[in-house]
């Protein structure tokens, strides 16, 4: 009885007991950005600088006790600031550090992460579907996910297809971009478009060509409708609800995209194929995906840590909920697509030497 009795822990179990408790403390922080974006409560520091609880509640319509503790939780946590602790609860004045502006408020950044936090909380909302999943084997649609996936997702994205991929990554390939540049116009066909992010940014850089964007998910086609209108750009920019594997989907595309959502498709072969057979003869079909090894490895990477989440949680189970399924999930590694594309009938495949900590950018020539 002695031996079953410990009075010293496994070595090494200490250390991961205090790193599954540094994890949830960190969520927990993450979920405080949730809350901090969707109820404007960042914008107002940055905007007004230093706040009570009882000024910042008014400036958000918000109730005061709650954003206190809010309040004192992000500044606990290091993300907000506190000018005199030492004050009455409801006369201590709070600000965003200038460092934290960027990340929580600028929309237009790179560094803009408080959609993270939405993000997340999409991720885990159909939480026991997937436990059920896990049991039967069974798929978790798309729409079980909510808006806070979609639009944390789009919002993550934004900065980058309006800013990168119209400005860096596809002036970087120069047939494709002299073709959009040129004359007669260009027709571009972007599968997966989401919100529209990437039909707009690429309408936005290369003002002569056409966008026709195709997602499954309704709620996204409207919003990236709106966001087309918003942008000027809805001469130019059409969205529909179509899915990228339908033989029926027509059309003759000087180039075809599709961004970070080969790998949640049931079908990605199907889409391929659709997107093999949209082109011209001299057409180009674009794919970014997942950035991760060639080979599966203990160590990983730290993309590779978040991208497994992402998976386990969220693009298996979707990419499940439809039958027959690939199953692929998010760790789509560069072999993979490779077999994917081939199948689909495609004559090359080049991975294109575009730099992004995240996706991995694919060439397709028909």
């Known amino acids: 009885m002695g031996e079953a009795i410990r009075n010293e822990p496994i070595p090494g179990t200490e250390a991961f007991a205090e790193r599954l408790l540094g994890a949830a403390t960190e969520a927990l922080v993450l979920f405080g950005v949730y809350l901090g974006e969707r109820l404007g409560l960042y914008d107002a520091l940055a905007d007004a600088g230093p706040c009570t609880s009882v000024e910042l509640a008014a400036r958000t319509d918000a ?37 934290h502006v960027e990340v929580l408020t600028d929309r237009d950044s790179l560094y803009y992460l408080a959609p993270l936090g939405r993000l997340l909380a999409g991720a885990v909302a159909p939480l026991s ?32 297809f309006l ?8 002036p970087s390939i120069p047939d494709v971009d002299a073709r959009l540049r040129g004359d007669p116009p260009a027709r571009v066909a972007d599968l997966g478009c989401g919100h529209g992010w990437s039909s707009i940014g690429m309408a936005r ?55 970070e959502c080969v790998h949640d498709m049931a079908n990605p072969v199907g889409a391929l194929r659709t997107m093999r057979r949209l082109l011209t003869d001299n057409g180009v079909a674009i794919v970014a995906d997942e950035r991760v090894g060639d ?7 730290d ?64």
């Open 129 to 160: 579907d997937v436990v059920e999943a896990y049991r039967t084997g069974e798929g978790v649609p798309y729409a079980a996910y909510g808006s806070d996936l979609h639009e944390g997702q789009a919002a993550m994205n934004r900065p980058s």
């Open 205 to 259: 850089s290369y003002p002569n060509v056409r966008v026709d964007g195709y997602d499954l998910d309704e709620p996204s086609v409207e919003a990236a409708r709106r966001n087309a209108e918003t942008y000027g750009v809805a001469d130019r920019v059409s969205v529909e609800v179509r899915d990228a594997s339908d033989p029926t989907l027509g059309g003759t595309y000087t180039l075809v995209t599709a961004f």
């Open 63 to 99: 109730d005061e006790r709650y954003v206190r503790e809010w309040l004192e939780g992000q500044t606990v946590s290091g993300v907000l600031r506190v000018d005199d602790e030492t004050a009455r609860a409801t006369d201590r004045r709070y600000s965003l550090p200038d460092a």
């Open 303 to 366: 993309v590779e840590r978040f991208l497994y989440g992402a998976s386990t949680l969220h693009c298996l189970p979707v990419g499940r909920s439809d039958e027959p399924s690939a199953e692929t999930g998010t760790i789509m590694r560069s072999d993979t697509f490779r077999s994917y594309a081939e199948e689909a009938g495609f004559a090359s495949v080049e991975i294109l030497p575009i730099e992004n900590y995240f996706w991995r950018f694919y060439r397709l020539d028909p």
């Open 163 to 170: 800013r990168l991929l119209g400005e860096e990554w596809l």
């Open 295 to 301: 080979a599966f490895t203990a160590a990983g990477t």
